[in-house]
Each structure stands twice: as structure tokens, then as C-alpha cells.
């Protein structure tokens, strides 16, 4: 097992969007390994690779009863019903807060061999899908959250004794159904 440091909020690569995947190769599988490994020692629903530092458009999932990964992944929304209800972040260590998400979503992407894949999400495994490609894009759940719930959160997150002081500026989401409310 190789388990990875997992990067915390105020880490700069956490805002910092990820580059597309283009060599489907032996480093992949590796990075792969480590985001399940870290993933699951961590107990995580899913993990992207700005979390481990690397900056490449990877993540892994488990939650739902599914469990995989996608590679440089796209979603698209099925339907218009929303969720509204608990989520947290590995990069927010213990802390979680509700987050409106799309209920149904369906990925696409490629698997660590560079072949094709699509994952049908609903609930849990929708939320992490969003989740994570948000990660893959420089934004962080906080950035979704409404004013209130956002300034309670960031207050939370500066008593943590985890937190170092540093404080990102938070980002508008690139997805147009999910702008940052004010």
C-alpha cells in the first residue's frame, strides 16, 4: 500500500486547475494506486490528484457500492432535481457542511489503460462525481456552499487545529448550473 499525504484547504495546488491526462502509462497506474490507497486509508468517498499534489485530471471513488476511477472525466446531468445535504472534503479533515449538487449525473472518461468508460451516479455517488471533477477544476465544495453556510464554514475551518492560516480566495465554479451564491 502506498499511502500518500493527503493536502490540506490553504494548499495552493488545491486551486489550481489540473492539466488533461495524455500518456496512459506505468506513472498513471502508479498515481492510481496511491489515490485508492490514500483514498481508502483516509476512509474517503473519492479522491482527486491536486489532493496528493499532482496536478493531473485523476480521480477515484468509492461510495454507493461503486468503486473505480476516471481519467480525465466529463459529466453531463440527468434530469433537473437537486440534492441538498451533508458534504465533506479529505482536504477538510473532519468537518462537513450542506452543499446543493445535481441528483443524477453521468461521467465519462478513460480508465488508467486509455479505454473509454461511463459511471451513472445518483445521490452519494453523484455528489462525489461533481465532487471530485471540481476538485480536477481548482474549486473546493466551500466555493458551492451559500453566504451563511460558507462564513460559518470558514470561521470552523480557522479553529481547526489543523488549519495553517492560510486562506485561498474562494473561486466561482466553471460549471454554470452551480455558481458560488452570494
Not at 497506474?29 to 468517498?45: H, I, N
Not at 453556510?149 to 492560510?166: C, N, P, V, Y
Request: a negative charge; charged letters at 25%; hydrophobic letters at 35%.
Amino acid at each position: 500500500m502506498t499511502v500518500q499525504p493527503i493536502r490540506l484547504f490553504g494548499d495552493p495546488v488545491l486551486r489550481t486547475p489540473a492539466v488533461e491526462v495524455t500518456d496512459f502509462d506505468k506513472e498513471l497506474r502508479t498515481l492510481v494506486k496511491d489515490l485508492w490507497d490514500s483514498m481508502q486509508d483516509a476512509g474517503g468517498a473519492g479522491l482527486a490528484a491536486p489532493q496528493l499534489g499532482v496536478g493531473l485530471r485523476v480521480f477515484t471513488y468509492h461510495c454507493d457500492g461503486f468503486a473505480g476511477h476516471l481519467v480525465n472525466p466529463t459529466w453531463d446531468v440527468v434530469g433537473e432535481e437537486m440534492q441538498d445535504g451533508p458534504e465533506g472534503c479529505l482536504s477538510i479533515p473532519g468537518m462537513s457542511w450542506d452543499c446543493k449538487r445535481h441528483l443524477h449525473v453521468v461521467a465519462k472518461g478513460w480508465n488508467m489503460h486509455g479505454e473509454p468508460i461511463e459511471v451513472e451516479g445518483t445521490e452519494t455517488l453523484a455528489r462525489c462525481i461533481q465532487h471530485e471533477t471540481d476538485h480536477l477544476d481548482g474549486v473546493l465544495f466551500l466555493d458551492r456552499l451559500d453566504a451563511e453556510t460558507r462564513k460559518r464554514a470558514m470561521r470552523e475551518i480557522r479553529q481547526s487545529e489543523w488549519f495553517d492560516g492560510t486562506v485561498p480566495t474562494l473561486k466561482q465554479s466553471p460549471h454554470p448550473l452551480f455558481g458560488r451564491s452570494s
